[in-house]
T-cell receptor, first 113, second 118 residues
Framework: AQSVTQLDSQVPVFEEAPVELRCNYS??????LFWYVQYPNQGLQLLLK??????LVKGINGFEAEFNKSQTSFHLRKPSVHISDTAEYFC???????????FGKGTRLHILP | ETGVTQSPTHLIKTRGQQVTLRCSSQ?????VSWYQQALGQGPQFIFQ???????GRGNFPPRFSGLQFPNYSSELNVNALELDDSALYLC?????????????????FGPGTRLTVL
């Protein structure tokens, strides 16, 4: 069975500072990995996804993530955050491209002025 | 804007009642998945429909049921509502590529319906 662990429930960071949101997964088979963002009172928006190929994945809004198979991690990074990045971020995994998605519990990103 | 819409946006029901939530998928998408997101939690997979047939189910009781229609719309029905059913319900549409049609690789989520059970 697959599972996703987001190690931090909340991450405070100053505006224009870099940020890393951590995600580890467990699976006995190859998986697809995703990061979704949820702004207050909204649905989920796909930030980026890893299906295969290059382990460094670039997404929208300046975010990127690196797939590390040996450490079973898929951490999300942004070199300089903006107040508009305040949101909940979910790491997720699925076995097939359109299969059910298993989500982590989320990390709330607080941008400090 | 994902092209996936859900109705209603908010709903209040009492214990024991039944509820129907609706989702309109992105045009051409033949697969719809439903998720339950309790407060402070990540979404949990309820079930998936592919070409109007259930195509996978999560750990939810039979009182959670669904329908998918040829016009890309779908419904989530919940009978005998319980207090713990209070949550944000999300639908997501995708184009399944496993039959050689070329999938989208991505599930596109709607804005959700917030259900409160009193």
């Amino acid at each position: 069975a697959q599972s996703v662990t987001q190690l931090d429930s909340q991450v405070p960071v100053f505006e224009e500072a870099p940020v890393e949101l951590r995600c580890n997964y467990s699976s006995s088979v190859s998986v697809y990995l995703f990061w979704y963002v949820q702004y207050p009172n909204q649905g989920l928006q796909l930030l980026l996804k890893y299906l295969s190929g290059s382990t460094l994945v670039k997404g929208i809004n300046g975010f990127e993530a690196e797939f590390n198979k040996s450490q079973t991690s898929f951490h999300l990074r942004k070199p300089s955050v903006h107040i508009s990045d305040t949101a909940e971020y979910f790491c997720a995994v699925s076995m097939n491209r359109d299969d059910k998605i298993i989500f982590g519990k989320g990390t709330r990103l607080h941008i400090l002025p | 804007e994902t092209g996936v819409t859900q109705s209603p946006t908010h709903l209040i029901k009492t214990r024991g009642q039944q509820v129907t939530l609706r989702c309109s998928s992105q045009s051409g998408h033949n697969t719809v998945s439903w998720y339950q997101q309790a407060l402070g939690q990540g979404p949990q997979f309820i079930f998936q429909y592919y070409r109007e047939e259930e195509n996978g189910r999560g750990n939810f009781p039979p009182r959670f049921s669904g329908l998918q229609f040829p016009n890309y719309s779908s419904e989530l029905n919940v009978n005998a509502l319980e207090l713990d059913d209070s949550a944000l319900y999300l639908c997501a549409s995708s184009l399944d590529g496993t039959c050689g049609g070329g999938g989208t690789d991505t599930q596109y989520f709607g804005p959700g319906t917030r259900l409160t059970v009193l």
